[in-house]
């Protein structure tokens, strides 16, 4: 029988109070209720992700077995107090107790490391089983712990590192495919003059701005030992050193997506750029990364690097770089088959996000039915699959094998892939389940995901305002997952809306200009209160947002079989083919900072079409929609309008968005005793209150709630900004265009 390994990264853990030295000694017991012969104890030991090193694994120690809580009479079962315990690492320690009996199991550290003692778990076995779980623990300086995480039940999948279900997979043979309802258009949309293009033209200059090819293809020629040109600056040693590959994979992601709509010379030279140079530093066997694959449980590389190349590279290749297809299918046709598998999802830090990347590859043209049947035998999580769809809470902010952390909706949306390739209704049930919850419990005013990485757990509608919430990589993700869900269900306008809101509301709010991309979206104080400078150091939100700012175009427009949905409004022109004729639709606006938008068909002969036009949830009343400006329909917020006629060329479309404000009183848990918050939207538009330039509190207002609304009015020559009557320091403007001042999302309201 080999070594007992656990998957404790991040887990829940115990840990004591800190030590002033390594030398001081600390204890931690377990009341088993009454008295038992005990077979063996077993520590599980708390890892670091990026070390693997166990954490607070007691150097020295000794295990007791009492029938007195005090232990003034024991039976020594364990003694390992005369040298240095080596460092277990993930290695679950086993140290028989020959039987002895007692109701009371004492785990004392006479050398500690980093000062205290951690483990993930304590398991007193007797007769088989684990007979701790659900017994009170005390310890040295809290006293008593009562059930705690030391003696909780064993997680729903074990605490192994092993996942390894082949009784998951479903047979080829048996699969019965899911068609979208609409399909996203792959290219064949131009915008025009508006924020979207400025926001995709600011991107462009900051992935060319950032890192040069030989940057972000240094960790590929070393891992290959190719010749490394020397580099001029000094990189990020965790987003290069921990991730290696994951610049690349950034740049791809960004450039790829950008080049299917506006091209640009140096970006698709630089693109191609990064994919030859990974190229050369192909293995024969196919293998690409920029680690040794010994080194893929170090870190996030199973999931985070993997993932990110691997989205970087499918991006490059629907940009127009065609030799990733086969750099993709060498890749995975050595990972489909590697040996890491069984232990990739565990053992490999936040493993789970790395099922996207198999089930995005098996919808590329050279996928395969074992990209995504990897995923259902290694990663596939039964329990986790019946609580989404259950719509149980705990499954979102009480994972069991990781800290809270927006990056299980990345793990949310491979699920959806399998249903569209398999047609099993079990996937879809979760991911409904899933999304629900999270619109419905983990989702700020303004659409930021209100859960964020951190060992602290966010509780459904705690809504926290002064602790990090609202990454972008996780509303990057919360609109492709929605994307998803519309193109399903395309008459659904609910998921266009959250779309839209992340877009403004998150994915442009954190840009900063060219400069770089904020990681996190705070609604109150400072939007990113730890890193107050604009990144360019690869992080996560990076990579996720230059995702999406190079994808902006694909958002306005979706096809279907019987015509065309627009979705979201900008300047901008859509080519597509129905039934083998050529059409084009131009819109003219300059949504959001005016409501007015007229659609125009260029055809070369009369076609037959549906032309569905959302009416957005937010729109303050039924909204007219006319043909060549003659009234057809008044839309009900929240549903599409269907045109459906022959049309002409030269036919036009037209209506105007009643937009309007919307006052929403804060609930969550960082509420002030006296004093209501309020947040203020303007159609779909987080609005942000800011005071003088030099303020360093956050403005409040001292204004009734229900008069706040009629004291704004618009300030001149500056479009969605609006002025307090009665507080003529404060101004509302659009969150997207706060930088670094001090401001509040959800202001105080009232005297």
């Known amino acids: ?48 992700p990026w070390s693997g090193d166990a954490k607070g694994f007691p150097a020295r120690f000794k295990i007791e077995v009492s029938d007195d809580p005090a232990f003034q009479t024991a039976i020594l079962t364990t003694d390992r107090r005369g040298e240095d315990y080596p460092d277990p690492k993930d290695a679950v320690g086993i140290f028989p107790s020959g039987g002895a009996e007692g109701r009371y199991v004492r785990l004392t550290a006479t050398r500690l490391r980093q000062k205290c003692l951690a483990l993930t778990k304590l398991e007193v076995i007797s007769e088989g089983r684990d007979v701790a779980v659900g017994c009170p623990a005390a ?3 809290s ?10 039940p064993a997680r729903p999948q074990g605490e192994g590192v092993v996942t390894d279900n082949p009784g998951n997979v479903i047979p080829r043979e048996q699969w019965q495919p899911v068609r979208y309802a609409a399909e996203t258009p792959l290219g064949g949309v131009r915008l025009g003059e508006g924020l979207f293009k400025r926001t995709m033209e600011n991107n462009i200059r900051y992935l060319l701005d950032s890192f040069t090819s030989d940057e972000m293809l240094h960790a590929f020629r070393q891992r290959a030992g190719r010749p490394m040109p020397p580099l001029s600056r000094p990189l990020d040693r965790f987003w290069f050193g921990e991730l290696p590959g994951s610049a690349a994979g950034r740049f791809l992601m960004g450039a790829g997506n950008t080049l299917r709509w506006m091209d640009n010379a140096e970006l698709r030279r630089r693109m191609d750029e990064i994919v030859d140079g990974i190229a050369d530093c192909r293995r ?12 893929i449980f170090t870190g996030e590389r199973a999931a985070y690097t993997r993932a990110w190349v691997t989205h970087g590279l499918i991006d490059a290749g629907l940009g127009g770089n065609a030799k990733v297809w086969s750099l993709l299918r060498g890749y995975y046709d050595w990972y489909d088959r590697c040996p890491y598998l069984p232990e990739v999802m565990r053992r490999g830090h936040q493993g789970i996000q790395g099922m996207i990347a198999n089930t995005r590859m098996y919808f590329t043209p050279v996928g395969r039915p074992e990209d995504l049947q990897v995923v259902q035998r290694y990663f596939q999580e039964n329990y986790w699959l019946d609580q989404m769809a259950a719509r149980e809470d705990r499954a979102i902010w009480l994972y069991p094998y990781d800290r809270p952390h927006c990056y299980l909706l990345t793990s949310i949306e491979p699920y959806l892939d399998l249903y569209r390739a398999t047609g099993a209704k079990k996937y879809l049930d979760a991911v ?47 609109a492709k997952l929605s994307q998803r869900l519309h193109l399903l269900y395309p008459e659904e306008e609910k998921y266009v809306n959250e779309i839209e809101k992340s877009i403004y509301n998150v994915g442009i709010a954190n840009q900063v200009g060219g400069k770089g991309i904020r990681y996190t979206a705070r609604l109150v104080g400072h939007k990113d209160p730890q890193l107050q400078h604009p990144h360019c150091v690869n992080t996560c939100c990076e990579g996720q947002g230059t995702r999406l700012f190079g994808s902006l175009p694909e958002y306005l427009y979706s096809v279907a079989q019987d015509g065309l949905y627009v979705d979201l409004f900008a ?12 059409l084009k639709l131009t819109t003219a606006t300059q949504f959001p900072f005016a409501p007015q938008v007229r659609m125009t068909l260029s055809i070369a002969r009369a076609t037959r079409t549906k032309i569905h ?14 043909v060549n400006d003659r009234l057809q329909v008044a839309g009900k917020p929240g549903t599409y309008v269907t045109l459906d006629r022959s049309w002409l060329n030269g036919d036009s479309i037209a209506l105007s968005l009643p937009m309007s404000f ?46 706040l609304i009629q004291a704004l009015a618009a300030v001149a020559g500056k479009p969605l900004h609006f002025a307090v009557r009665g507080a003529a320091s404060c101004e509302y403007l659009p969150y997207w265009e706060v930088g670094d001042e001090v401001f509040s999302a959800f202001p105080v309201v009232g005297k």
Request: one cysteine or more.
């Open 143 to 152: 006293g008593n712990l009562g059930v705690c995480v030391l003696t909780r």
């Open 139 to 141: 310890d040295s300086e």
């Open 571 to 582: 300047a901008s022109t859509i080519d597509w083919e129905q039934a083998g004729q050529r």
């Open 284 to 295: 024969p066997d196919g293998y690409i990364m920029a680690y040794n694959e010994d080194t």
């Open 432 to 478: 409904l389940g899933a999304w629900q919850l999270y619109h419905d419990k983990w989702e700020h005013v303004g659409s930021s995901i209100a859960i964020c990485e951190d060992t602290t757990p966010y509780p459904p509608k705690s809504y926290c305002l002064h602790r990090n919430t609202g990454e972008l990589c996780g509303n990057v993700f919360w």
């Open 1 to 48: 029988m080999g070594v007992e390994r656990v998957a404790t990264q991040f887990s829940p853990q115990y840990q004591s109070k800190t030590a002033k030295s390594d030398t001081q000694t600390r204890w931690v017991q377990v009341d088993l209720g009454r008295r038992r012969k005990i077979d063996a104890v077993k520590l599980l030991p708390m890892t670091i």
């Open 662 to 707: 919307t006052l929403t009183r804060y609930e969550g848990v960082d509420r002030d005793p006296g004093h209501e918050r309020y947040a203020l939207q303007y159609g779909p538009i987080l609005m942000a209150l800011h005071g003088p330039a030099d303020a360093q509190a956050e403005p409040s207002l001292a204004i009734e709630p229900e008069g």
């Open 613 to 626: 036009v959302r009416i957005p949830a937010w729109a303050a009343a039924d909204t007219p929609v006319s």
